[in-house]
């Protein structure tokens, strides 16, 4: 088969590798209908993720059928349409038993590490996948939601709603920022409001991305490249701050400006994935009773989010701007790269 294989920081080729096969009862090897490309999988080509070396499939999203079951695997069978969670689970571990999914303890890629694919197994940017814990790692799509639909539940929506909201303790009345109107950002936007976010604020230095984070759920729009940008903000809030402020964007200077805007007692939930040290002013903030949190996805939210797309509450489809197929891989590398001069949001590689 083909796939996108790492070679390095900078380097990426899409070429022949073997194909995969069953190394445990509980696999299963799914064929890709539909893929796309996260704002991660520029942080590792960047160096950003060590773990990831050279040789690795990348990619941790994916639609597709299912084409081998291992021996253990009852629920699944071949032909199922399947959406591929970015996080595995083995559904048996203490850790999966509360829903940590993204500290899956089992013996999958390292121990104590959910995210494995595209990190430290081989990843969805190919024409196949080999799913591990597959009865725990992978959903049955209903034939009224489609591809591009779907392949926004395996990270970026479940990302922007635990990570953001949830961990940020959005409640009904909140003024909420974003930080970043990137696709997890907008995905946190438009889930905001499902904990009932009174005003919900877009920041980000990307005009076109903040028009299109008002499609999401958007109330107001802050450029963040204007030097007033900061005044803007409070005026929304009365000059308090806003009460929870997510970091969807992974750079040292969008985090500290997330401390910056909220109010006392707020709350500050880091999202992004940052690959350098953040300066974090405790000096400052001790004294405004702040609460910040931060972590890697679980995905347990995904059956809800997959009813709501299909109920249509969620404009999952919304996020998918540019389209590719496999043997356009490197021209959907470079059009997601450059997204402030393409205005791309998700791209989607499609057989």
């Known amino acids: 088969m083909k796939a996108l294989v790492y070679g390095g920081p900078g380097k990426k080729s899409w070429t022949e590798v073997p194909d995969p096969v069953i190394e445990s009862p509980t696999d299963v090897i799914v064929r890709l209908d539909t893929t796309t ?6 942080h590792i080509l960047k160096g950003d993720v060590p773990a990831v070396t050279s040789g690795r499939i990348l990619g941790h999203e994916g639609v597709g059928h299912i084409t081998k079951v291992g021996s253990s695997v009852t629920s699944l069978k071949v032909g199922d349409r399947v959406l591929i969670s ?9 850790n999966c038993k509360m829903g940590l999914y993204s500290h899956c303890l089992g013996s ?3 121990s104590g590490i959910g995210w494995v694919f595209g990190h430290l197994i081989n990843g969805t940017q190919a024409e196949m996948v080999r799913v591990p814990y597959a ?3 992978l959903y049955k799509l209903p034939d009224s939601v489609s591809d ?12 922007g709603f635990e990570i953001g909201v949830q961990y940020g303790g959005v409640k009904p009345g909140d003024v909420v920022a974003v930080i970043g109107a990137g696709p997890v950002g907008l995905a946190a936007i438009a889930t905001a409001g499902l904990y009932g976010a009174a005003k919900i604020i877009a920041i980000d230095l990307d005009s076109n991305r903040l028009e299109k984070s008002r499609e999401f759920g958007a109330t107001d729009v802050v450029l963040s490249g204007e030097s007033d940008w900061k005044k803007k903000v409070f005026a929304l809030t009365d000059g308090a701050g806003v009460d929870v ?16 805007i909220v109010r006392p007692g ?14 974090l002013h405790v000096e400052n903030l001790w004294i405004q009773n702040i609460f910040i949190s931060m972590g890697l996805v679980n995905t347990n939210t995904t059956p809800m989010l997959l009813k709501l797309v299909e109920s249509k509450k969620l404009p ?3 996020m998918a701007t540019h389209r590719f197929n496999f043997d356009q891989f490197m021209d959907a590398y470079d059009t997601f790269s450059r997204a402030a001069e393409t205005k791309a949001l998700k791209v989607l590689i499609s057989r």
């Not at 964007?249 to 500290?256: C, H, I, K, L, N």
Request: negative net charge.
């Open 37 to 42: 490309i996260c704002g991660t999988d520029l």
């Open 86 to 94: 970015c996080i595995k689970s083995c559904g048996s571990c203490p």
């Open 108 to 110: 999958e890629g390292a």
């Open 135 to 137: 009865e725990n790692s």
């Open 148 to 159: 591009a639909e779907a392949v926004m539940l395996s990270d970026i929506f479940p990302t």
């Open 245 to 260: 402020a997510i970091e969807a964007v992974g750079v040292p200077d969008t985090f500290t400006m997330a401390t910056e």
């Open 266 to 279: 707020g709350h500050v939930a880091n999202v992004g994935v940052h690959g350098k040290e953040v300066p």
């Open 316 to 318: 999952a489809e919304k």
